[in-house]
């Protein structure tokens, strides 16, 4: 018994010197989003930062339909770990786009996640959650899921074991880095009936959301969409915070730059998450999406609401 003890703690001495005697499979993330402190928390229990309508970036302020300024390696560079979009079909191709192609094209659905591809495979200790809209309901077997394969984020991409999934049942951050399944894709609509891609995850049976499209910059807190058979309470959940103006009176909103230093401070965002987590059993939004991430404290609210 001694004996084999000094031999496995002798074996163990050699592994620690030589690293690439420890098969792959045992390899414990020691960081994991940028912190230790996360790798042993639950998917379900951490907060990340959330960049709204990612792929409609623009450096000029006069382009209304952009609701971010910086391109998306830059967003994630910011420590966005949620990128959300809105798909539409443009001549027979998926791409993400604003409301409309014309009004706002962020080019094909397959460039961006092959632009996000590349950050995870130059950062790979960082889980990242996809937030998609499907407007037009879009068939995940025939585009989405080649989009995706394409880019190689279907291998990257996390399937729970069975739907819908408790806030508290996710695994580890740290679990989900080791296995190497650490993007999790969620889309508005399409992928509560049809499973045919496992990958692709129903978004409103395991999140709820605040309400969108929000004009008053207090933020009032309430359960807007949510779906299936959890409770609220067992939902995760996302705090849409996002200030529009009314800018004609006209009932046409648009996203207000202007106010994007006070919304995305840390007084505001906090104010908005304790709002909500009344519903939550006291718990932190597990996403803060918010427009033009360039600008404000956004992570430094996420970092405090993370314990961090
Ligand atoms: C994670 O759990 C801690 C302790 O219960 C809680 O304070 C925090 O709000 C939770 N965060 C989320 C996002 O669930
Ligand atoms: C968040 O708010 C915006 C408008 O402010 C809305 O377009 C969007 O659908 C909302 N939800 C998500 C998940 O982006």
């Keep these: 018994m001694h004996a084999v003890f000094l031999f496995l703690s002798a074996a163990a001495a050699v592994a620690s010197v030589s690293g690439a005697l420890i098969p792959q499979h045992t390899r414990r993330a020691d960081v994991c989003n940028g912190h230790a402190e996360l790798c042993g928390r639950s998917y379900g229990n951490v907060t990340f930062m959330g960049a709204h309508d990612s792929f409609a970036f623009s450096e000029n302020p006069l382009d209304l339909a952009a609701d971010q300024r910086v391109d998306i390696p830059s967003q994630l560079g910011l420590g966005v770990r949620l990128l959300q979009a809105q798909s539409h079909m443009n001549d027979g191709v998926l791409h993400f786009c604003h409301t409309s192609c014309e009004l706002f094209d962020g080019g094909s659905v397959e460039d961006y996640l092959k632009t996000v591809h590349d950050f995870l495979t130059a950062n790979p200790k960082e889980v990242l959650t996809l937030i998609f809209t499907n407007p037009e309901g879009v068939s995940l077997k025939d585009v989405w899921d080649p989009a995706f394969q394409a880019s190689g984020i279907a291998d990257l991409a996390f399937v729970p074991p069975s739907i819908p999934v ?23 609509t399409g992928a509560d009936d049809d499973r045919s891609v496992p990958y692709i995850l129903p978004e409103f049976p395991m999140i709820w959301e605040t309400p969108f499209s929000v004009t008053d910059e207090n933020f009032p807190c309430s359960v807007d969409r949510i779906n299936g058979p959890l409770s609220t ?15 004609f009176g006209l009932g046409i909103i648009v996203s207000d730059p202007l106010d994007a230093d006070d919304t995305n401070s840390v007084a505001s965002i906090m104010a908005n998450a304790g709002g909500c ?20 404290n956004g992570l430094d609210a996420v970092n405090q609401l993370n314990g961090l």
């Design 166 to 188: 408790k806030q508290s049942d996710w695994p580890t951050l740290g679990d989900m880095i080791d296995s190497g399944k650490r993007v999790v894709v969620f889309l508005d």
């Design 233 to 247: 309470e067992d939902h995760m959940y996302m705090i849409n915070h996002s200030l529009n103006k009314d800018i």
């Design 277 to 296: 987590q009344g519903f939550a059993a006291g718990r932190a939004p597990n996403f803060v999406l918010l427009d033009f991430v360039n600008i404000g």
